[in-house]
């Protein structure tokens, strides 16, 4: 039976805890920091999306210049 009730994983980062399994796999896979792309791309382009419904390409990469900036 699924769960019911609100998704923490998918308000704080626009991702649903299933596919946040699949995406933490892909970053130990590939040898990256899993809360650090939490923290530092999704949260942002998450919230963005919420606020203008969509990201634009240059904001898009701002978040992700910002985020590399912190390695």
């Known amino acids: 039976m699924a769960r019911k009730g609100i998704d923490s994983t998918f308000l704080h980062y626009g991702?649903?805890?299933?596919d946040m399994?699949?995406?933490e796999q892909a970053?130990?896979?590939s040898?990256?920091?899993t809360e650090w792309l939490k923290e530092q791309i999704l949260?942002?382009?998450n919230e963005?999306?919420?606020n203008q419904n969509f990201v634009e390409e240059k904001k898009l990469?701002?978040?992700l210049k910002k985020a590399l900036k912190n390695v």
């Not at 991702?15 to 299933?18: A, Y």
């Open 15 to 18: 991702v649903r805890t299933e």
């Open 21 to 23: 399994a699949l995406i």
């Open 27 to 29: 970053c130990q896979d």
């Open 31 to 33: 040898d990256i920091n």
């Open 43 to 45: 949260k942002p382009y």
């Open 48 to 50: 963005e999306r919420n």
């Open 61 to 63: 990469t701002k978040i």
